[in-house]
């Protein structure tokens, strides 16, 4: 709520319903852009201060950052002609949230990932995989995954000297049949889908559900988990 603490900055003077309502965040120089419940922000590191705010119908996730241009998928709410929700991807520019391009999706992107001058999208759908796009948001190709006898849909995805790295959602069934491994390992695959690795995530937790974010650091792959209040380190070897 703003109070400043004995030899610290002040906090970030956000109201309680913004702090539970908020969903994603991205560094971004001195200030960090956050998504939510109806909003998506630009945030001053130094005092909190609310620098830039684009209000959505529902819910703005960030995704990923590119140069000066920010991904973010935005739920805009119930399409009146068919009753299910309407998503769109936008490149907004990440200082003024000035919209340069977007496009309409069928379906919501959980996670992204940058490389080069393409944007890797999830969505939960298994049949689609990945989607990739160009930082126009042109659509370029699908990526299929292969490799394993079977996959869950994509909850986080991140990308690294040419290796994806993606958790599944939790696909539940029997511990003696394959699929129970959905959403309990973590993937590394080419760029085309082909599984190279797939290690067991011993999480003292039911599932991977209760990972909440995936982020890398230089040559580290770091999980939160939730449910026990731990981050997971893994250190990523060279291919």
């Known amino acids: 709520q703003g109070k400043r603490s004995r030899n610290s900055a002040p906090r970030c003077a956000l109201s309680k319903w913004q702090i539970c309502n908020l969903n994603s965040m991205l560094l971004h120089e001195d200030a960090?852009?956050?998504g939510?419940?109806?909003?998506?922000?630009r945030i001053r590191l130094s005092d909190g201060a609310a620098l830039v705010q684009h209000d959505v119908h529902s819910k703005a996730t960030v995704l990923a950052l590119a140069n000066d241009r920010l991904f973010v998928c935005v739920d805009d709410g119930d399409n009146p002609d068919t009753g299910d929700d309407s998503f769109f991807l936008y490149a907004f520019n990440v200082h003024t949230f000035e919209a340069h391009w977007h496009r309409e999706l069928g379906q919501e992107v959980v996670s992204a990932a940058i490389c080069g001058d393409e944007l890797y999208a999830a969505v939960p759908n298994i049949s689609t995989g990945l989607l990739v796009f160009n930082h126009d948001l042109d659509y370029l190709r699908p990526v299929h995954f292969s490799g394993l006898p079977c996959f869950g849909w994509p909850r986080f995805i991140a990308i690294h000297r040419e290796r994806l790295y993606m958790i599944e959602f939790d696909a539940g069934g029997d511990p003696?049949?394959?699929e129970w491994l959905i959403g309990r390992r973590l993937l590394v695959l080419t760029l085309d889908g082909v599984t190279q690795q797939s290690l067991y995530l011993q999480l003292d937790v039911?599932?991977?559900?209760?990972?909440?974010?995936?982020?890398?650091?230089?040559?580290?792959?770091?999980?939160?988990?939730?449910?026990?209040r731990q981050i997971s380190v893994f250190k990523i070897l060279s291919p």
């Open 32 to 34: 960090m852009v956050v």
């Open 36 to 41: 939510g419940q109806e909003v998506l922000l």
């Open 176 to 178: 003696d049949e394959p």
């Open 206 to 228: 039911d599932s991977c559900d209760s990972v909440t974010s995936m982020h890398l650091h230089e040559d580290e792959l770091w999980l939160t988990n939730a449910s026990e």
